[in-house]
T-cell receptor, first 114, second 115 residues
Framework: GDSVTQMEGPVTLSEEAFLTINCTYT??????LFWYVQYPGEGLQLLLK?????DKGSNKGFEATYRKETTSFHLEKGSVQVSDSAVYFC?????????????FGTGTRLKVLA | GAGVSQSPSNKVTEKGKDVELRCDPI?????LYWYRQSLGQGLEFLIY????????KSGLPSDRFSAERTGGSVSTLTIQRTQQEDSAVYLC?????????????FGSGTRLTVV
Protein backbone atom coordinates (compact mmCIF):
# COMPACT_ATOMS: atom_id res chain seq x y z
CA GLY A 1 0.00 0.00 0.00
CA ASP A 2 0.85 3.65 -0.09
CA SER A 3 3.32 4.94 2.48
CA VAL A 4 5.35 7.98 3.48
CA THR A 5 8.80 7.94 5.07
CA GLN A 6 10.28 10.98 6.80
CA MET A 7 13.66 11.57 8.32
CA GLU A 8 13.67 11.01 12.03
CA GLY A 9 14.09 13.94 14.31
CA PRO A 10 14.59 15.90 16.29
CA VAL A 11 16.36 18.36 14.03
CA THR A 12 18.08 21.15 15.93
CA LEU A 13 19.29 24.22 14.05
CA SER A 14 20.50 27.69 14.85
CA GLU A 15 18.46 30.64 13.70
CA GLU A 16 19.07 31.55 10.03
CA ALA A 17 20.37 28.08 9.20
CA PHE A 18 19.23 26.19 6.10
CA LEU A 19 16.61 23.52 6.66
CA THR A 20 15.97 20.30 4.79
CA ILE A 21 13.53 17.66 5.99
CA ASN A 22 13.54 14.61 3.77
CA CYS A 23 10.36 12.86 2.69
CA THR A 24 9.97 9.96 0.30
CA TYR A 25 6.85 8.10 -0.65
CA THR A 26 5.59 4.88 -2.15
CA UNK A 27 2.40 5.02 -4.15
CA UNK A 28 0.83 3.78 -7.32
CA UNK A 29 -0.38 6.34 -9.80
CA UNK A 30 0.11 10.03 -9.27
CA UNK A 31 -0.60 11.09 -5.68
CA UNK A 32 -0.84 14.63 -4.41
CA LEU A 33 1.77 15.52 -1.78
CA PHE A 34 1.48 17.76 1.26
CA TRP A 35 3.38 19.17 4.19
CA TYR A 36 1.53 19.87 7.41
CA VAL A 37 2.93 21.68 10.45
CA GLN A 38 1.94 21.29 14.09
CA TYR A 39 2.99 24.11 16.41
CA PRO A 40 3.11 23.37 20.14
CA GLY A 41 -0.39 23.01 21.58
CA GLU A 42 -2.08 23.49 18.23
CA GLY A 43 -3.67 21.34 15.55
CA LEU A 44 -2.06 20.43 12.27
CA GLN A 45 -2.08 23.12 9.62
CA LEU A 46 -1.60 22.72 5.91
CA LEU A 47 1.75 24.29 5.02
CA LEU A 48 2.01 23.59 1.31
CA LYS A 49 1.05 21.11 -1.35
CA UNK A 50 1.88 19.92 -4.86
CA UNK A 51 -0.53 17.99 -7.00
CA UNK A 52 1.61 16.80 -9.92
CA UNK A 53 5.18 15.98 -10.82
CA UNK A 54 7.63 18.92 -10.90
CA ASP A 55 5.17 21.18 -9.10
CA LYS A 56 6.70 23.31 -6.36
CA GLY A 57 4.62 24.14 -3.32
CA SER A 58 5.63 27.16 -1.27
CA ASN A 59 4.41 29.05 1.77
CA LYS A 60 5.97 31.16 4.55
CA GLY A 61 9.43 30.75 3.02
CA PHE A 62 9.14 26.95 2.90
CA GLU A 63 9.36 25.09 -0.41
CA ALA A 64 9.01 21.52 -1.59
CA THR A 65 9.23 20.12 -5.11
CA TYR A 66 7.37 17.01 -6.24
CA ARG A 67 10.06 14.73 -7.70
CA LYS A 68 8.50 11.70 -9.28
CA GLU A 69 11.81 10.25 -10.48
CA THR A 70 13.08 10.05 -6.89
CA THR A 71 9.60 9.75 -5.29
CA SER A 72 10.52 12.59 -2.96
CA PHE A 73 9.01 15.78 -1.58
CA HIS A 74 11.73 17.28 0.61
CA LEU A 75 10.89 20.37 2.64
CA GLU A 76 13.37 23.26 2.54
CA LYS A 77 13.73 26.72 3.99
CA GLY A 78 16.64 29.02 3.41
CA SER A 79 16.71 30.71 6.81
CA VAL A 80 14.80 29.29 9.74
CA GLN A 81 13.47 31.29 12.66
CA VAL A 82 12.76 30.34 16.26
CA SER A 83 9.07 30.57 15.41
CA ASP A 84 9.47 27.70 12.93
CA SER A 85 9.98 25.28 15.82
CA ALA A 86 7.24 22.68 15.34
CA VAL A 87 6.57 19.16 14.13
CA TYR A 88 6.39 18.77 10.35
CA PHE A 89 4.39 15.99 8.70
CA CYS A 90 4.71 14.85 5.12
CA UNK A 91 1.56 13.34 3.64
CA UNK A 92 0.13 12.02 0.43
CA UNK A 93 -3.37 11.71 -0.85
CA UNK A 94 -3.92 7.98 -0.95
CA UNK A 95 -4.30 6.60 -4.44
CA UNK A 96 -5.25 3.08 -3.44
CA UNK A 97 -7.60 3.79 -0.58
CA UNK A 98 -9.84 6.44 -2.00
CA UNK A 99 -9.47 10.10 -2.62
CA UNK A 100 -10.32 11.31 0.84
CA UNK A 101 -7.73 9.78 3.13
CA UNK A 102 -4.31 11.24 3.76
CA UNK A 103 -1.41 8.95 4.59
CA PHE A 104 0.98 10.69 6.95
CA GLY A 105 4.60 10.21 7.84
CA THR A 106 5.65 9.95 11.47
CA GLY A 107 6.55 13.62 11.73
CA THR A 108 9.87 15.41 12.21
CA ARG A 109 10.36 17.70 15.17
CA LEU A 110 12.30 20.88 14.40
CA LYS A 111 13.86 22.97 17.15
CA VAL A 112 15.40 26.30 16.22
CA LEU A 113 17.74 27.95 18.73
CA ALA A 114 18.22 31.70 18.98
CA GLY B 1 -17.11 28.15 14.33
CA ALA B 2 -13.79 29.58 13.29
CA GLY B 3 -11.93 26.32 13.71
CA VAL B 4 -12.34 22.68 14.57
CA SER B 5 -13.06 22.34 18.26
CA GLN B 6 -12.31 19.19 20.25
CA SER B 7 -13.15 18.37 23.82
CA PRO B 8 -11.88 17.51 26.27
CA SER B 9 -8.32 18.57 25.52
CA ASN B 10 -7.03 16.03 28.01
CA LYS B 11 -8.62 12.91 29.42
CA VAL B 12 -7.23 10.48 31.95
CA THR B 13 -9.29 7.35 32.45
CA GLU B 14 -8.95 4.04 34.19
CA LYS B 15 -8.49 0.89 32.18
CA GLY B 16 -11.84 -0.68 31.40
CA LYS B 17 -13.84 2.53 31.48
CA ASP B 18 -15.64 4.01 28.48
CA VAL B 19 -14.74 7.45 27.10
CA GLU B 20 -16.38 9.85 24.67
CA LEU B 21 -14.42 12.36 22.63
CA ARG B 22 -16.18 15.22 20.91
CA CYS B 23 -15.45 17.07 17.68
CA ASP B 24 -17.19 20.21 16.46
CA PRO B 25 -16.15 20.83 12.83
CA ILE B 26 -16.04 24.07 10.90
CA UNK B 27 -19.52 25.19 9.94
CA UNK B 28 -20.27 24.18 6.36
CA UNK B 29 -17.62 21.47 6.16
CA UNK B 30 -19.32 18.33 4.96
CA UNK B 31 -16.43 15.94 5.54
CA LEU B 32 -15.16 14.94 8.98
CA TYR B 33 -12.26 12.65 9.84
CA TRP B 34 -10.84 11.08 12.97
CA TYR B 35 -7.16 10.20 13.22
CA ARG B 36 -5.07 8.82 16.05
CA GLN B 37 -1.54 9.98 16.78
CA SER B 38 0.43 7.64 18.98
CA LEU B 39 3.85 8.44 20.41
CA GLY B 40 6.46 8.04 17.69
CA GLN B 41 3.86 7.08 15.12
CA GLY B 42 2.33 8.89 12.21
CA LEU B 43 -1.31 9.76 12.04
CA GLU B 44 -3.48 6.68 11.81
CA PHE B 45 -6.78 7.04 9.98
CA LEU B 46 -9.79 5.90 12.00
CA ILE B 47 -13.06 6.94 10.38
CA TYR B 48 -14.50 9.31 7.78
CA UNK B 49 -17.92 10.93 7.46
CA UNK B 50 -19.12 12.64 4.29
CA UNK B 51 -22.54 14.23 4.29
CA UNK B 52 -25.31 11.68 4.56
CA UNK B 53 -23.26 8.83 3.10
CA UNK B 54 -22.41 5.76 5.13
CA UNK B 55 -19.19 6.41 7.05
CA UNK B 56 -15.93 4.70 6.16
CA LYS B 57 -15.06 2.83 9.34
CA SER B 58 -12.21 0.85 7.84
CA GLY B 59 -9.59 2.37 10.14
CA LEU B 60 -11.24 1.60 13.47
CA PRO B 61 -8.82 -0.76 15.27
CA SER B 62 -11.41 -2.86 17.09
CA ASP B 63 -15.12 -3.13 17.83
CA ARG B 64 -14.51 -1.20 21.04
CA PHE B 65 -14.27 1.91 18.87
CA SER B 66 -17.32 3.59 17.38
CA ALA B 67 -18.22 7.02 16.12
CA GLU B 68 -21.28 8.90 15.12
CA ARG B 69 -22.03 12.23 13.56
CA THR B 70 -25.31 13.87 14.44
CA GLY B 71 -27.05 16.20 12.04
CA GLY B 72 -24.05 16.33 9.77
CA SER B 73 -22.15 18.39 12.32
CA VAL B 74 -20.83 17.33 15.72
CA SER B 75 -19.13 13.95 15.95
CA THR B 76 -18.47 11.74 18.96
CA LEU B 77 -15.80 9.04 19.07
CA THR B 78 -16.52 6.44 21.74
CA ILE B 79 -14.00 3.97 23.08
CA GLN B 80 -15.45 1.21 25.25
CA ARG B 81 -13.52 -0.77 27.84
CA THR B 82 -10.39 1.32 27.30
CA GLN B 83 -7.00 -0.36 27.22
CA GLN B 84 -3.56 1.13 27.83
CA GLU B 85 -2.71 0.83 24.13
CA ASP B 86 -5.57 3.25 23.42
CA SER B 87 -3.48 6.04 24.96
CA ALA B 88 -2.83 8.54 22.17
CA VAL B 89 -3.83 11.93 20.84
CA TYR B 90 -7.09 11.71 18.93
CA LEU B 91 -7.34 14.28 16.19
CA CYS B 92 -10.42 15.40 14.35
CA UNK B 93 -10.32 17.22 11.03
CA UNK B 94 -12.89 18.61 8.66
CA UNK B 95 -12.83 19.74 5.07
CA UNK B 96 -15.17 21.46 2.70
CA UNK B 97 -15.61 18.33 0.64
CA UNK B 98 -14.42 14.76 0.78
CA UNK B 99 -11.70 15.10 -1.81
CA UNK B 100 -8.34 15.30 -0.13
CA UNK B 101 -7.33 18.01 -2.57
CA UNK B 102 -9.15 20.28 -0.18
CA UNK B 103 -6.81 20.59 2.77
CA UNK B 104 -7.94 19.38 6.12
CA UNK B 105 -8.42 21.71 9.08
CA PHE B 106 -7.42 19.91 12.24
CA GLY B 107 -8.49 20.43 15.80
CA SER B 108 -5.97 20.57 18.64
CA GLY B 109 -6.77 17.02 19.61
CA THR B 110 -7.75 15.14 22.74
CA ARG B 111 -4.88 13.55 24.64
CA LEU B 112 -6.18 10.31 26.10
CA THR B 113 -4.24 8.57 28.84
CA VAL B 114 -5.43 5.18 30.06
CA VAL B 115 -4.00 4.23 33.44
Amino acid sequence: GDSVTQMEGPVTLSEEAFLTINCTYTATGYPSLFWYVQYPGEGLQLLLKATKADDKGSNKGFEATYRKETTSFHLEKGSVQVSDSAVYFCALKGTTSGTYKYIFGTGTRLKVLA
Amino acid sequence: GAGVSQSPSNKVTEKGKDVELRCDPISGHTALYWYRQSLGQGLEFLIYFQGNSAPDKSGLPSDRFSAERTGGSVSTLTIQRTQQEDSAVYLCASSFRGSANYGYTFGSGTRLTVV
